[in-house]
Nanobody, 123 residues
Framework: QVQLVESGGGLVQAGGSLRLSCAAS????????MGWFRQAPGKEREFVAA????????SYVDFVKGRFTISRDNAKNTVYLQMNSLKPEDTAVYYC????????????????WGHGTQVTVSS
């Protein structure tokens, strides 16, 4: 069982930055690929970024490439999402998720989810 707790969300002006963190329980954190997803009001949850267990492989959705960076610190059981050049359309609840094994961009493949953290970008 893995428990995930996100933090770092908030209100920021367009062009600003935020860093989201996701702290995970458990002693086998490096065995899990980690993903960030987001859900805006009235929209379906969508993939943002993912990172492999040892951090050697990352994947991003096109609309965040060059602006967002996913990373992890396995010694701290934490995964991060650095978000730069934020846009109003990035406003959403951001969720951290974990899956055993390989990176995947499909949300049904993830076994464990956090409760989410709100990111609001004002214009």
């Amino acid at each position: 069982q893995v428990q995930l707790v996100e933090s770092g969300g908030g209100l920021v002006q367009a062009g600003g930055s935020l860093r989201l963190s996701c702290a995970a329980s458990g002693r086998t954190f490096s065995s899990y690929a980690m993903g960030w997803f987001r859900q805006a009001p009235g929209k379906e949850r969508e993939f943002v970024a993912a990172i492999s267990g040892r951090g050697r492989f990352t994947s991003y959705v096109d609309f965040v490439k060059g602006r967002f960076t996913i990373s992890r610190d396995n010694a701290k059981n934490t995964v991060y999402l650095q978000m730069n050049s934020l846009k109003p359309e990035d406003t959403a609840v951001y969720y951290c998720a974990a899956k055993y094994g390989l990176v995947d961009s499909s949300s049904p493949e993830y076994d464990y989810w956090g409760h989410g953290t709100q990111v609001t970008v004002s214009s």
